[in-house]
């Protein structure tokens, strides 16, 4: 079975044709030019918005399918739990305090790009910085958004600040493109 570290590193390899069925869950939603702008602003250390969104709508699919519950509610919460169109780093009074306001602004944007989100999938979104925000994530998928969430965020910190731990991520992911570069309709995202 994958390590968590796999799942995340797995992340930065992910392609349409090796993983049609994630892709089937947020393919569409992925592609927007919304969600492709998340690549503009940086996130935690070099890792940007769009990498980090990518690794916890990863690691949320993976993990609730391995749970058997409800992977697309899981998939699309994830993909839009950071959907602000900001550098957070900036010191703009408008967005700040970020990590307590921008779970609202979010899901306001997600709920503009996709009018048919579920409720399941825009509670992920607004509770999924708990417990820095007081209300819990209210379904099990919630919790594995929240989960990944700062999973994700701790290694993309750690990969800037632990050259072990960047040495580790390079190498497994060389493995991993190296195995997926054996098939002749390998295309990265
Ligand atoms: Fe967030
Ligand atoms: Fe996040």
């Not at 602004?105 to 503009?112: G, M, Q, V």
């Not at 998928?141 to 700062?150: A, L, R």
Request: charged share 30%; hydrophobic share 35%.
């Amino acid at each position: 079975m994958e390590s968590l570290f796999d799942i995340f590193t797995r992340s930065y390899a992910l392609s349409p044709e090796k993983d049609a069925e994630f892709f089937s869950y947020v393919g569409y939603l992925y592609c927007t030019d919304e969600v492709q702008s998340m690549r503009a602003y940086p996130q935690h250390s070099d890792a940007n918005r769009l990498d980090h969104i990518r690794a916890v709508t990863y690691m949320s699919y993976v993990l609730s399918k391995r749970l058997s519950l409800d992977v697309k509610a899981a998939s699309r919460g994830a993909l839009l739990h950071d959907l602000v169109y900001y550098d957070w780093h900036d010191a703009d009074f408008s967005h700040r305090p970020h990590g307590f306001r921008h779970p609202a602004f979010a899901a306001d944007n997600a709920k503009r790009l996709e009018p048919g989100l579920t409720k399941k999938e825009i509670r992920i979104i607004l509770r999924h910085m708990w417990p820095l925000t007081p209300l819990p994530p209210s379904s099990r998928e919630g919790f594995i958004v929240t989960f990944s969430d700062k999973y994700c965020a701790s290694m993309e910190m750690q990969l800037t600040k632990k050259e072990k731990m960047k040495a580790r991520f390079e190498a497994r992911l060389s493995e991993i493109n190296k195995n997926l570069n054996n098939s002749p309709e390998k295309k990265n995202v």
